[in-house]
């Protein structure tokens, strides 16, 4: 995402609100899904159930994604090349066969790895949750599997679970744990899907005879009970499952016994990528921000840091932390969550660079957290940008132009507003849909109360020459 800073002293202009979060919790989309044979969890639960059952959810706002596996050995290279696409995808990218894909399992060793250390990284930089790659598309279950011995625990030097250790760091930090499985694509079982990329040609796009055989098999012998592992092993965990990329092979009748297996587990979390039709709790628009959110859905942007997911040796791309924390507050006030990812190497170690940007997101979340957390949408809508009237997008359709001068959530008596364009003299709203009662800005320990100008239907907020904070300073408008 480009941002642009535009210096202005003009007024800020209320605009149409989205629907609240009041509005968006418990109610289905229309249409809802289909009937289904088996039916899940959204398709039965009453309005009050689902909002018990998504509350921590909803008030978390911020989650850690991890991609981690043996895509960390080439970093990004094989073959002494460079391959493009993101790490993750080096085997599918660089067709690379599957014997020689398993005989990166030996060598796979990171004793850096602590689960204790990412747990806390993820705390002190206010996320609230973790969401891991338990098995990406490589295959290579990042777990102990009795179903499938091409784990890290089985095939590896290291011998040891890291979910496990996760779930139990997780329990003693305060955090929830959740479990990413690439439930479809598999390119080293037998019968596994795969997305076509360069010359892999149909009907099943695999490049390696080890690849064939029948879809219906792999997911009765591997991914059906690895996820049963996956949900009784750890305890209370996971809170999450993380499906990804399903394909044509994920028919109905096929994602409905996963669908039964899920539904043992009520409290679980589950996001729009199973296949068969079923939409799950969560929509999971990836690298981007939808200008106004998902009005009627539940959803989470999951977003890197470079330019890839598993990690690059020399994908140094990464965002600053001032886009980072935009992006967080930018959906915040769209009302969804934000997952950022984290890519360790193949020590089991994160990156520096993003361990900095993140102590540094941290850092603002411990004074402004209160506007992030347990929030509700804007009430205004307009703050966010606007289509244009002659700019079309890839599909074709008018052109989100976003505005970064400040965005705004809400809670029951109090109206946030976080400015990224620090104005001169006042912050101006032309109507207000509360009554405001008084203002001061968030990282003023004193909390000093801050001369309001009222004009008809609006009000001036007189402000501090200078900002308090760099990136964004946060104003609170308490309301009845």
């Not at 959740?178 to 076509?196: E, I, L, M, N, R």
């Not at 009520?266 to 009005?295: A, H, S, V």
Request: a neutral charge; proline letters at 8%.
């Amino acid at each position: 995402m480009k941002l642009v800073r535009v210096h202005f002293t003009v007024v800020l202009f209320f605009a149409v609100a989205v629907p609240s979060y009041a509005q968006l919790a418990g109610s289905k989309p229309d249409p809802w899904p289909a009937h289904h044979t088996v039916p899940s969890v959204q398709d039965t639960e009453s309005p009050a159930q689902r909002d018990a059952r998504m509350q921590w959810w909803r008030e978390a706002r911020f989650g850690m994604f991890i991609h981690w596996g043996l895509y960390s050995i080439p970093a990004g290279t094989w073959n002494g090349q460079r391959i493009p696409n993101v790490g993750e995808w080096i085997m599918n990218t660089a067709s690379i066969p599957v014997a020689d894909y398993k005989a990166l399992a030996p060598k796979f060793n990171p004793t850096g790895f602590s689960a204790h250390d990412i747990v806390a990284l993820a705390k002190s930089s206010g996320m609230k949750y973790i969401v891991i790659t338990a098995k990406h598309h490589d295959g290579f279950a990042m777990f102990d599997s009795q179903a499938d011995p091409f784990n890290i625990v089985a095939a590896t030097p290291f011998h040891r679970d890291p979910l496990r250790e996760l779930a139990e760091e997780c329990r003693r930090q305060g955090l929830k744990l959740g479990f990413y499985y690439s439930q479809d694509q598999d390119w080293t079982a037998p019968g596994g899907a795969a997305y076509k990329t360069g010359n892999h040609q149909p009907p099943t796009f695999h490049w390696d005879k080890a690849q064939d055989g029948d879809f219906a098999a792999y997911l009765h012998t591997k991914a059906i009970p690895q996820l049963k592992e996956l949900l009784t092993n750890y305890g209370e965990f996971p809170v999450v499952i993380w499906f990804d990329t399903p394909t044509k092979e994920m028919t109905p009748a096929l994602a409905g016994e996963i669908v039964a297996l899920l539904k043992e587990h009520p409290n679980l979390i589950w996001n729009n990528r199973l296949g068969g039709g079923y939409p799950g709790d969560t929509e999971t628009p990836e690298q981007y921000i939808p200008p106004q959110g998902f009005p009627g859905r539940d959803w989470e942007s999951c977003m890197t840091m470079n330019d890839t997911w598993g990690y690059k040796s020399y994908d140094t791309n990464f965002k600053s932390t001032e886009t980072l924390l935009r992006n967080l507050i930018d959906i915040a006030s769209k009302g969804g969550n934000y997952l950022l990812n984290v890519g360790p190497d193949s020590h089991g170690i994160v990156p520096p660079p993003e361990v900095e940007r993140l102590r540094q997101m941290g850092q603002w979340l411990s004074v402004n957290g209160e506007a992030i957390y347990n929030t509700q949408p804007t009430l205004f809508g307009g703050e966010a940008g606007s289509f244009s009237t002659t700019e079309k997008n890839e599909e074709g359709n008018p052109k989100f132009i976003p505005a970064w001068n400040w965005r705004s959530t809400t809670t029951a008596n109090k109206i946030y507003i976080e400015i990224f364009t620090w104005p001169s003299g006042a912050f101006h709203l032309s109507r207000l849909p509360r009554n405001v009662t008084s203002a001061y800005l968030l990282a003023d320990k004193t909390h000093k109360s801050l001369k309001i100008t009222r004009s008809g239907d609006g009000l001036d907020v007189q402000l501090p020459a200078k900002a308090l904070e760099p990136i964004a300073t946060v104003l609170v408008l308490k309301t009845n």
